[in-house]
């Protein structure tokens, strides 16, 4: 890092209990979930220059270069806060994939903004940061508050939790993009079709919202409870995700469900090794892509207060 320039890892994210709620008046849904970043990350590397406006370049993936990149939003947001009109690049490393529900763009824009408070030395905390997230995109927030974190309202209601200890995941994604606009529009044609106006009684965890620290939960106690609002309307779209997902299953995995809106599934496991064992040859089939990950992640120095 120079005073100029600062690169910053961007991790993905699994849902590991999604329900998906009433709409809210402003056309979101209200969500109640509980999100784990993992280690497998983007990196954002952003500089400041003598050049006027944003340049934001993208190596691993054919992604927008304009405003309707998350990063690129993010960083005109900044910029307009502190009322400063600088030059500024932006270039973003993708190892996670697109349209995946991984929160992949949402983290590159938590990371562009976290780098450029540094650079352009805001002093905000992450309080401040979310708050400014939030405008960009519902998941914003929680790359602020995590590894772990219970996510309530549209994304921006975050209460940090600390799960016992570290968990390896398996990822497959069968090489699908899913809209999350579309998937949303289809789990409520299946509700409507259902006459079912909000889903059931939400999953009992002992979250005190006032806690001073984050609270401690236990794998054991939550492993029972993963579930995804959106798995069972995108299995009947994409039979391949229920595949993926009994497949994880039959190799040992502790759960496995669809992240996010899809379309990757992932496996939980205790230690690497059986996670290794389970990923061999699902990298064979056609369009699947495999990673082996931990749930650990550090949040970057950025992220203060």
Same mark, same amino acid.
């Given at each position: 890092m120079t005073s100029r320039s600062i690169e910053v890892a961007a991790p993905g994210k699994v849902n590991l209990i999604l329900r998906v709620l009433d709409r809210r008046p402003d056309g979101f849904h209200n969500i109640w979930s509980v999100m784990h970043a993992f280690e497998l990350a983007d990196t954002v590397a952003v500089e400041l220059n003598g050049q006027s406006g944003i340049r934001l370049t993208c190596e691993g993936a054919n992604l927008p270069t304009d405003s309707s990149n998350?990063?690129?939003? +993010?960083? &005109? %947001?900044?910029? *307009?806060?502190?009322?400063?009109?600088?030059?500024?690049?932006?270039h973003v490393r993708k190892r996670l994939p697109v349209a995946a529900g991984l929160g992949g763009g949402s983290s590159n824009a938590a990371a562009t903004i976290q780098a450029m408070a540094v650079l352009l030395d805001t002093g905000w905390s992450r309080t401040e940061m979310a708050q400014l997230g939030q405008e960009v995109g519902s998941d914003v927030p929680f790359f602020f508050y995590g590894p772990t974190a219970l996510v309530e309202g549209r994304g921006?209601?975050?209460?940090?939790?600390?799960?016992?200890?570290?968990?390896?995941?398996?990822?497959?994604?069968?090489?699908?993009?899913?809209?999350?606009?579309? +998937?949303? &529009? %289809?789990?409520? *044609?299946?509700r409507t079709g259902q006459a079912m106006r909000v889903p059931g009684r939400l999953p009992r965890l002992a979250v005190d919202h006032g806690a001073e620290g984050p609270q401690l939960m236990k794998w054991h106690d939550l492993l029972p409870l993963v579930e995804n609002d959106f798995a069972p309307v995108m299995e009947r779209e994409y039979p391949v995700l229920r595949e993926i997902r009994e497949l994880l299953l039959m190799r040992d995995a502790q759960a496995a469900v669809l992240s996010g809106s899809g379309a990757t599934v992932f496996g939980v496991f205790g230690e690497e090794r059986p996670a290794r064992i389970a990923a061999e040859g699902l990298d064979r089939r056609p369009g699947w892509k495999v990673w082996v990950t931990r749930t650990q992640w550090d949040p970057t120095p950025a992220c203060r207060g």
């Open positions: 998350l990063a690129y939003r +993010a960083a &005109e %947001r900044v910029l *307009a806060r502190v009322r400063r009109r600088k030059g500024l690049r932006l921006e209601q975050v209460t940090p939790l600390q799960l016992e200890a570290d968990r390896w995941l398996l990822l497959v994604n069968p090489g699908i993009a899913i809209s999350t606009a579309w +998937a949303y &529009e %289809r789990l409520a *044609a299946v």
